[in-house]
């Protein structure tokens, strides 16, 4: 073995004896198995052992397999490194905040005990609803290892290995990082009146359709849930890269607004990542595009009779996730060759679709909202290759047909142009308070144009945050927030109209020899009011 990899392996022997040398063959072994099985007689065995250990520059993954200590694994004592698991990753976790706890009872031992006890109180429910959340999603990074190994970015490592790589992938971060460049907060004024509208918006989302769906139907479900609305058009078949859609009035914003579903039938992962295509100036996702180019083509028409009905309306494209996507290319294709229509779009969760060479063309009809860590906005195969790039090669013993397919694989992603969302999106932080807590509103401006950065961060929250329903109960906690805020000065307002009209004016009065001696006496007191 090289000295890079073997002075590993003597670092075991010296902790643990002459037995390590046993344990590093058997790892060999076990990582040769098929190959070894293979083998017609000892020479070719031994020639392909020393081929793979004259090789093995980096014995990391060596090392791990031989201090595997899970029910399947290779020993069962206990390991000299830290074989990383979800069973331990969560006991460290806990050992960690037991530990920060102590410390900060410790800290707060001078002051008054009801002040303490509360403090840690609320540190510990917050705890507490953080340790479950991750136990939700503790199977965050499958998605993004399957990913990366249907993208055949990383052959060489199982998929065991490669989610381990990741956890220690040295990331730059992600374009939606708030305090990166070209982020900027949001005036309260503008974030009140954004999130107001976004929540009004994403109701529209909420409904499901179906094959057999009519415009009754849909109307009795959304009288129920949206005042003032009036059901124009439904079309529940979907098709690849088609999602389905509907129509309807909102009289009270005086809008016709354009709903594209999520997704379409056996929509995957992968679909985000596909290859870009020409578009306008630039670059777009080639699925997206053609799912656009068929809106754009197929529902002008019903937009221009919407339209004609109720002269004055505005109109409003909205969606979530994939069909983000195809509606905000849609939008730019609707302006550019039906300008009458003045199309803007709303989108939540808009995936990476546009080169930054189009996405100017976004700075006046789009809106783009995320949401804490999702990932989908930033999303692309050239970020997927940089990903994979960044992780060391495994252990794994290539042919070279298979050599050859990483190899291609990577050219191709770093060929890719660098998709992004829009030219700018609104950052939403995931609001998690205790139950009746009134949470504060915080926005940031994101201008993906000029953001440096180039990566993926990996967050336990990356595919919880990108579902529907937190988007929805995030809109809904900071709609709540914001409602009082308004309503207080109004009311305010209306009680000092209420005392003003009760005090009778003094001109008015009768100048009476009582009231005479009144004015006196009002002359005499404190002009102070109590």
Same mark, same amino acid.
């Given at each position: 073995?090289?000295?890079?990899?073997?002075?590993?392996?003597?670092?075991?022997?010296?902790?643990?004896?002459?037995?390590?040398?046993?344990?590093?063959?058997?790892?060999?072994?076990?990582?040769?198995?098929?190959?070894?099985?293979?083998?017609?007689?000892?020479?070719?065995?031994?020639?392909?052992?020393?081929?793979?250990?004259?090789?093995?520059?980096?014995?990391?993954?060596?090392?791990?397999?031989?201090?595997?200590?899970?029910?399947?694994?290779?020993?069962?004592?206990?390991?000299?490194?830290?074989?990383?698991?979800?069973?331990?990753?969560?006991?460290?976790?806990?050992?960690?905040?037991?530990?920060?706890?102590?410390?900060?009872?410790?800290?707060?031992?001078?002051?008054?005990?009801?002040?303490?006890?509360?403090?840690?109180?609320?540190?510990?429910?917050?705890?507490?609803?953080?340790?479950?959340?991750?136990?939700?999603?503790?199977?965050?990074?499958?998605?993004?290892?399957?990913?990366?190994?249907?993208?055949?970015?990383?052959?060489?490592?199982?998929?065991?290995?490669?989610?381990?790589?990741?956890?220690?992938?040295?990331?730059?971060?992600?374009?939606?990082?708030?305090?990166?460049?070209?982020?900027?907060?949001?005036?309260?004024?503008?974030?009140?009146?954004?999130?107001?509208?976004?929540?009004?918006?994403?109701?529209?989302?909420?409904?499901?359709?179906?094959?057999?769906?009519?415009?009754?139907?849909?109307?009795?479900?959304?009288?129920?849930?949206?005042?003032?609305?009036?059901?124009?058009?439904?079309?529940?078949?979907?098709?690849?890269?088609?999602?389905?859609?509907?129509?309807?009035?909102?009289?009270?914003?005086?809008?016709?607004?354009?709903?594209?579903?999520?997704?379409?039938?056996?929509?995957?992962?992968?679909?985000?990542?596909?290859?870009?295509?020409?578009?306008?100036?630039?670059?777009?996702?080639?699925?997206?595009?053609?799912?656009?180019?068929?809106?754009?083509?197929?529902?002008?028409?019903?937009?221009?009779?919407?339209?004609?009905?109720?002269?004055?309306?505005?109109?409003?494209?909205?969606?979530?996730?994939?069909?983000?996507?195809?509606?905000?290319?849609?939008?730019?294709?609707?302006?550019?060759?039906?300008?009458?229509?003045?199309?803007?779009?709303?989108?939540?969760?808009?995936?990476?679709?546009?080169?930054?060479?189009?996405?100017?063309?976004?700075?006046?009809?789009?809106?783009?909202?995320?949401?804490?860590?999702?990932?989908?906005?930033?999303?692309?195969?050239?970020?997927?290759?940089?990903?994979?790039?960044?992780?060391?090669?495994?252990?794994?013993?290539?042919?070279?047909?298979?050599?050859?397919?990483? =190899?291609? /694989?990577?050219?191709?992603?770093? @060929?890719? $142009?660098?998709?992004? *969302?829009? &030219?700018?999106?609104?950052?939403?932080? !995931?609001?998690?308070?205790?139950?009746?807590?009134?949470?504060?509103?915080?926005?940031?401006?994101?201008?993906?144009? =000029?953001? /440096?950065?180039?990566?993926?961060? @990996?967050? $336990?929250?990356?595919? *919880?945050? &990108?579902?529907?329903?937190?988007?929805? !109960?995030?809109?809904?906690?900071?709609?709540?927030?914001?409602?009082?805020?308004?309503?207080?000065?109004?009311?305010?307002?209306?009680?000092?109209?209420?005392?003003?009209?009760?005090?009778?004016?003094?001109?008015?009065?009768?100048?009476?020899?009582?009231?005479?001696?009144?004015?006196?006496?009002?002359?005499?007191?404190?002009?102070?009011?109590?």
């Amino acid at each position: 073995m090289p000295s890079e990899g073997a002075l590993r392996i003597w670092d075991c022997v010296l902790l643990e004896g002459r037995k390590a040398l046993i344990k590093a063959v058997m790892a060999l072994f076990e990582v040769l198995k098929p190959q070894l099985l293979s083998c017609p007689d000892c020479d070719t065995a031994f020639e392909l052992l020393q081929s793979v250990a004259g090789r093995m520059w980096d014995a990391s993954a060596l090392v791990h397999l031989m201090n595997d200590t899970t029910p399947s694994g290779l020993f069962s004592k206990k390991p000299i490194g830290v074989y990383v698991t979800a069973e331990r990753l969560q006991s460290f976790r806990n050992k960690v905040k037991q530990e920060e706890l102590e410390q900060d009872r410790q800290q707060r031992e001078p002051s008054s005990k009801s002040g303490m006890f509360s403090s840690v109180k609320n540190w510990t429910n917050k705890q507490v609803a953080k340790l479950q959340r991750m136990k939700k999603s503790a199977n965050w990074l499958d998605d993004i290892v399957k990913l990366v190994q249907e993208s055949g970015l990383a052959l060489t490592h199982t998929p065991k290995t490669l989610a381990q790589a990741l956890l220690y992938t040295d990331d730059p971060g992600s374009l939606l990082d708030p305090a990166s460049e070209g982020s900027e907060e949001v005036e309260s004024g503008l974030s009140r009146q954004m999130v107001l509208r976004s929540n009004s918006l994403i109701m529209y989302m909420y409904f499901k359709l179906t094959q057999e769906d009519t415009v009754a139907s849909v109307q009795a479900s959304v009288s129920q849930q949206i005042s003032q609305s009036e059901v124009f058009h439904v079309n529940g078949t979907a098709a690849k890269w088609r999602p389905a859609y509907w129509m309807s009035f909102d009289h009270k914003s005086k809008q016709l607004v354009f709903v594209i579903r999520p997704a379409f039938p056996g929509m995957q992962l992968s679909d985000y990542i596909g290859p870009a295509v020409p578009f306008m100036n630039g670059f777009a996702h080639a699925g997206m595009v053609a799912g656009a180019r068929w809106f754009a083509s197929n529902v002008t028409e019903l937009l221009k009779q919407g339209l004609q009905l109720h002269p004055g309306y505005k109109l409003v494209i909205v969606s979530h996730a994939l069909g983000a996507g195809v509606g905000m290319l849609a939008t730019l294709l609707l302006r550019r060759e039906q300008p009458a229509l003045d199309a803007e779009f709303h989108g939540f969760s808009t995936p990476a679709c546009i080169s930054e060479d189009s996405a100017y063309l976004c700075q006046s009809c789009v809106t783009s909202i995320i949401l804490g860590h999702d990932c989908i906005p930033a999303l692309c195969l050239r970020r997927l290759g940089n990903l994979a790039s960044r992780v060391r090669a495994g252990s794994l013993l290539l042919s070279v047909e298979e050599e050859q397919q990483m =190899e291609s /694989s990577m050219t191709e992603s770093q @060929l890719q $142009p660098m998709l992004i *969302s829009a &030219h700018e999106s609104i950052l939403l932080q !995931r609001l998690r308070g205790k139950e009746g807590e009134i949470p504060e509103l915080r926005a940031a401006r994101i201008k993906h144009t =000029e953001c /440096s950065s180039d990566g993926l961060a @990996l967050s $336990p929250s990356m595919f *919880s945050n &990108h579902g529907l329903p937190a988007y929805f !109960r995030t809109l809904q906690l900071l709609s709540e927030t914001i409602q009082p805020l308004q309503d207080q000065p109004e009311e305010a307002a209306c009680a000092e109209d209420d005392v003003t009209a009760s005090v009778p004016s003094p001109a008015a009065e009768p100048d009476t020899p009582s009231n005479k001696t009144e004015k006196t006496e009002r002359k005499r007191r404190p002009s102070g009011r109590a």
